[in-house]
């Protein structure tokens, strides 16, 4: 098993580009989520997907907007980059939105000039 | 401010010697857990804890939840190079609520 993976791992943007981030996961789980990691910041929710079908904004979903696919894959797409999102980038899942434990990615590294 | 602080942001011991890293909120808490992240790598967890007052051993790590469930500290002895990393606090105001997560801290063991 994989587990959770995630492309590209790094990527480079123009201010005003935009591209999708993808995350897959073989663990069959129900939920899943996208995060940004920021020096001194933890980790903050973007958005999460809790079941196949459903999407939610979480606690910075301001400049992205999420898909989820099927029950595997969970993309995140920038429309239309700003520095602001210099950032990396987490995908999570979980067995459901209940269940503890989370399980992450490898992360995309994100740089908008 | 952040719901959960995390104390302090960077620690750097020598092999050997034990550290303590503390997470703490005005929250109450349905349960915390513990993240550790390596460079390049997403978090893993370590463990999670649920009953105020519960602790937790992992080898020589050991996890302690708050008797009001609003903090919660991480204990590791005689600190090896392989415990270098960054520790992350994360919890759930309630069961099924957002995971939250703390500012992490940053720890460094010299061999």
């Known amino acids: 098993n994989a587990g959770v993976t995630q492309t590209p791992k790094f990527q480079v943007l123009k201010t005003g580009q935009s591209m999708t981030l993808q995350c897959a996961q073989d663990?069959?789980?129900?939920?899943m989520y996208w995060y940004r990691q920021d020096p001194g910041m933890g980790l903050r929710l973007i958005y999460y997907?809790?079941?196949?079908?459903?999407?939610d904004k979480g606690e910075v979903p301001n400049g992205y907007n999420v898909s989820r696919l099927n029950k595997r894959e969970f993309s995140l797409r920038l429309e239309s980059a700003a520095p602001s999102q210099t950032s990396v980038y987490f995908c999570?899942?979980?067995?459901?939105?209940?269940?503890?434990?989370?399980?992450f990615g490898p992360g995309t590294r994100l740089t908008v000039t | 401010t952040q719901l959960l602080e995390q104390s302090p942001q960077f620690l750097s011991i020598q092999e050997g010697e034990n550290l303590t890293v503390y997470c703490n909120s005005s929250?109450?808490?349905?349960?915390l857990q513990w993240y550790r992240q390596e460079p390049g790598e997403g978090p893993v967890l370590l463990v999670t804890?649920?009953?105020?007052?519960e602790v937790k051993k992992l080898k020589r790590l050991t996890f302690q939840f708050g008797d009001a469930r609003k903090d919660s500290s991480l204990h590791i002895t005689a600190a090896q190079p392989g415990d270098t990393g960054l520790y992350l606090c994360?919890?759930?105001?309630?069961?099924?609520?957002?995971?939250?997560f703390g500012g992490g801290t940053r720890v460094l063991v010299k061999p």
């Open positions: 804890v649920v009953t105020g007052g």
């Open positions: 929250s109450v808490f349905s349960s």
């Open positions: 999570a899942s979980s067995l459901n939105r209940d269940t503890y434990e989370q399980y």
């Open positions: 663990m069959n789980h129900n939920s």
């Open positions: 997907s809790a079941s196949e079908g459903t999407t």
């Open positions: 994360a919890g759930h105001l309630t069961a099924g609520n957002k995971l939250t």
